[in-house]
């Protein structure tokens, strides 16, 4: 115990900057050859750290898109000091990619996207003007991952301690911009847009998309990529309801959270505008038809073009500030639900909000259809004014 302490005090010291000498390696007797820790030339780099990682998140579920994320500020890690053997690793080594994080562009592009982290510094240095990294992006994401993966190198015993460990970058505290709902006065002007008045279908709508996206999300408080990524047999049909079902998961639909897994009956105002009807045309391309074909993305996300076109279209016809966006329909009809007099569990079970009572944690999260139905039946919007259908 005495020689741990001694150990991990000087381990302390070298994380802090200080020179401390390696110690000459011990001689162990024949019997403890067998057991003999691996020498420090045999020691895994950063990089086989993370692909130990990467293997073991993977069998137990975790999401690919975490191991791309997490690899992303691993070569960044690596760009800037070399693929280090993971006992070298140090704290000093972490607070120096977290400098270069800080300065490091939100969205390279261009020649940017070849230059390697020094490079980019070396950029931004000469130019201000570039928009860098935030301090909270810079914790949550890069520290975070680096921490973890080294976190998972303590818990596997091939370091000691984790020299991400409290490595943080303070940030400025900024006034954050809070969503405000759409008001029906926003809908009555949202659903007079060109793309309802006009029958209007711009490039960036993503065709039907424009039309049936805003309706859909002021009819079910759904987020923008849950609609996006529904296809043809998720619209069900069971007990003379038809729902939502936004239960699966795979490599094309994702879900938020785990209570956002749900089923969401069509409130009967989607089908009078003929939501039906457009489901069944789209059928006609097969079962695993996507709803929206048109709409695409670079990323991961389907909608994510289409949000910052939804952005500025509403902004443009609309003359809404950033604090309404897209986001909002979903604001609206938690409001139009407490309007209609929806009990609060029936209305959390409706969005995919997590239970918080102890209490309604027990027993299953799916309500009955007929009790969903009933909830969003009484959706209430005074005075909204659908003129154009």
Do not use: C
């Amino acid at each position: 115990m005495k020689a741990k302490v001694k150990t991990l005090d000087l381990v302390r010291k070298r994380h802090a900057g200080k020179p401390i000498d390696t110690p000459p390696r011990p001689v162990l007797s024949k019997g403890m050859l067998s057991h003999a820790p691996s020498s420090v030339s045999e020691a895994p780099t950063f990089t086989q750290i993370f692909e130990k990682w990467s293997e073991e998140h993977k069998s137990a579920g975790g999401p690919e898109k975490t191991v791309k994320d997490f690899g992303t500020y691993v070569r960044r890690f690596v760009e800037l000091h070399g693929d280090l053997q993971i006992t070298q690793i140090t704290k000093a080594h972490v607070r120096a990619f977290k400098d270069a994080m800080l300065r490091l562009p939100v969205r390279p592009s261009g020649k940017l996207l070849k230059m390697t982290v020094p490079e980019l510094v070396e950029y931004t240095d000469k130019h201000p003007d570039i928009k860098v990294l935030s301090a909270r992006t810079v914790n949550d994401k890069g520290l975070g991952a680096i921490g973890a993966v080294l976190n998972w190198a303590v818990e596997n015993a091939y370091i000691e301690v984790n020299p991400a460990s409290k490595v943080k970058a303070k940030s400025t505290k900024t006034k954050k911009t809070v969503r405000q709902p759409y008001s029906v006065e926003d809908l009555n002007l949202i659903f007079n847009f060109p793309i309802y008045s006009d029958n209007d279908r711009p490039k960036g709508g993503a065709g039907e998309a424009a039309k049936w996206l805003p309706l859909m999300a002021a009819f079910t408080g759904a987020r923008l990529e849950e609609l996006g990524q529904l296809t043809v047999d998720d619209i069900k049909h069971e007990q003379g309801i038809y729902f939502f079902d936004m239960t699966a998961v795979d490599d094309k639909k994702r879900r938020k959270t785990e209570s956002s897994k749900r089923r969401v009956p069509i409130h009967s105002k989607l089908i009078e505008l003929g939501f039906l009807d457009y489901v069944a045309e789209m059928g006609k391309a097969g079962q695993e038809a996507q709803l929206f074909p048109q709409l695409k993305s670079k990323g991961e996300k389907r909608t994510a073009s289409w949000s910052k076109w939804w952005s500025k279209y509403a902004r443009k016809h609309g003359a809404f500030d950033s604090s309404k966006v897209f986001h909002s329909f979903r604001h609206s009809f938690k409001d139009g639900l407490r309007e209609g007099g929806v009990q609060e569990e029936i209305s959390d079970a409706l969005t995919g909000h997590a239970p918080v009572t102890e209490g309604r944690k027990y027993g299953s999260n799916a309500y009955p259809l007929k009790r969903l139905k009933e909830g969003i039946e009484q959706l209430t919007y005074p005075g909204l004014e659908l003129l154009h259908f």
